[in-house]
């Protein structure tokens, strides 16, 4: 296990490129089994969770070949069976987007109950209803590990009486071979959804409305492989943005995709950050001074849940009172008892609200990291503090970011791993 030291205090300045999206890519690796032939991953993000992906497809007997940084072949036509290796579903909660494909193909699944970022309960609810409507007879057993069989996956309408991504994925990736008609109900509308569902018409799918919350799906017999290019991390790049007004900092974000970043940028603009915008690189132009401002999470296009912990550091640094309102997720406001014992001024109203006086200058401390988001957040804090760090156990942090610390050290972060 590593740890990071930072020395925090100091302004930096350069070009902070963004790497691809990680909440694409772990779909990009489902949907290689809804196809036997061979598919180019490219730009995936060298990070924990990929890795943890492409070993659950390898332990399923698929091939995976990595030909460069960020470039995989990937050829699953050996996949035999839908047993899902437990040790590893319990490590994160996208290997559950596998299991529209291998019903598909297989029409048989035994899933344990996944495991992930520790941000909340995350149950499958609307994943084992789904499935239902597409005539998969679910059984539970005592041990939460789900058996799901159906001799042929048939069309349905799907309901999302509540607005997941992984289930909008999921149940897209099933309805591509599934026999007939699928449409899908108040589905998810974030850019990540409709670039797999690009990817997948490219290949022999017949999905339209990805992007709006009725997704029509239109089964197909079989589908080809191909290029899969991933889009920049959009979570990513706002929060390197986020990185550099918390840090006083010029910073060029680049490889990015703007568009995908209206909701926060105007949040941050109402704040007093100006920014130079072209068509894939933010300038952090204007940093001082910076104004407290109220947020409320929400599904794409809001203001996402995964940049939540990164703008509660950043209100730390702003003047007067903010309110974090996080409705997706009921577990990740703990983490700023961590940024109190930094020196911030937080109150924790209830599991989904915090007020934060600030400025507050923070004080380097031992920490450890949450959770991915939480745990670039705190680094982020560690960044903006006076003096020491230690972020104990980075493991969280290597789940969702690749080679952090060198990408910091090159716009003059003082950051070792150990
Ligand atoms: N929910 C249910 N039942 C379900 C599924 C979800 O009640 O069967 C609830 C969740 O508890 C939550 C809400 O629905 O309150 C939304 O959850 P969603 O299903 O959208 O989350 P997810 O698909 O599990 C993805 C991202 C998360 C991101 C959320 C929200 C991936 C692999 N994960 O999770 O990303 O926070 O959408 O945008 O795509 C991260 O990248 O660090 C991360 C946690």
């Avoid at 699944?109 to 597409?134: A, M, N, T, W």
């Avoid at 309805?175 to 899908?184: N, R, W």
Wanted: charged share 20%; proline share 4%.
């Amino acid at each position: 296990m590593s740890d990071f030291i930072i020395e925090g205090g100091y302004q930096l300045s350069g070009k902070l490129p963004v790497a691809g999206a990680k909440n694409l890519a772990l779909k990009a690796i489902a949907a290689s089994l809804l196809s036997k032939d061979d598919m180019d991953l490219v730009n995936v993000p060298e990070i924990e969770d990929v890795k943890r992906q492409f070993e659950i497809l390898e332990r399923l007997g698929a091939s995976v070949n990595k030909l460069a940084k960020g470039v995989y072949k990937v050829n699953t036509s050996k996949v035999s069976s839908g047993l899902m290796p437990r040790d590893l579903v319990n490590k994160l909660r996208a290997s559950t987007v596998l299991t529209g494909p291998l019903l598909a193909r297989f029409g048989e699944v035994e899933l344990s109950h996944p495991g992930g970022c520790k941000i909340g309960r995350r149950p499958i609810d609307l994943f084992l209803k789904g499935f239902q409507s597409l005539g998969v007879e679910v059984t539970e057993t005592k041990d939460l590990t789900y058996k799901l069989r159906a001799k042929k996956l048939k069309g349905g309408i799907i309901v999302f009486p509540k607005i997941s991504v992984t289930g909008t994925e999921t149940m897209m990736l099933a309805g591509v071979l599934a026999d007939g008609f699928t449409k899908l109900i108040n589905a998810a509308l974030e850019p990540e959804i409709v670039a797999l569902a690009n990817y997948l018409n490219s290949q022999g799918a017949r999905i339209s409305g990805a992007g709006t919350p009725i997704i029509n799906i239109e089964g197909v017999k079989e589908l080809g492989a191909g290029e899969f290019i991933m889009m920049p991390d959009r979570i990513e790049a706002g929060t390197f943005i986020m990185l550099a007004l918390a840090t006083n900092s010029q910073i060029t974000v680049t490889n990015c995709q703007p568009e995908h970043l209206e909701v926060p940028l105007s949040v941050w603009r109402d704040m007093g950050a100006e920014f130079d915008i072209s068509q894939n690189e933010i300038l952090v132009k204007h940093w001082k001074n910076l104004r407290a401002v109220d947020i409320k999470t929400h599904e794409y296009p809001g203001f996402v849940t995964d940049m939540q912990s990164s703008m509660t550091v950043l209100l730390t640094q702003a003047t007067g009172h903010s309110l974090v309102h996080e409705t997706i997720f009921e577990g990740r406001l703990f983490f700023t008892d961590v940024l109190n014992q930094m020196g911030a001024d937080i109150t924790l109203c209830d599991p989904h609200r915090v007020i934060i006086q600030g400025p507050r200058q923070l004080e380097g401390r031992t920490i450890e990291a949450p959770d991915a988001r939480a745990g670039l957040a705190l680094l982020t804090a560690a960044l903006a503090a006076k003096g020491k760090s230690i972020i104990k156990n980075v493991y969280p942090i290597d789940r969702g970011y690749e080679f952090l610390e060198e990408r910091l050290k090159n716009i003059g972060a003082s950051i070792m791993r150990v």
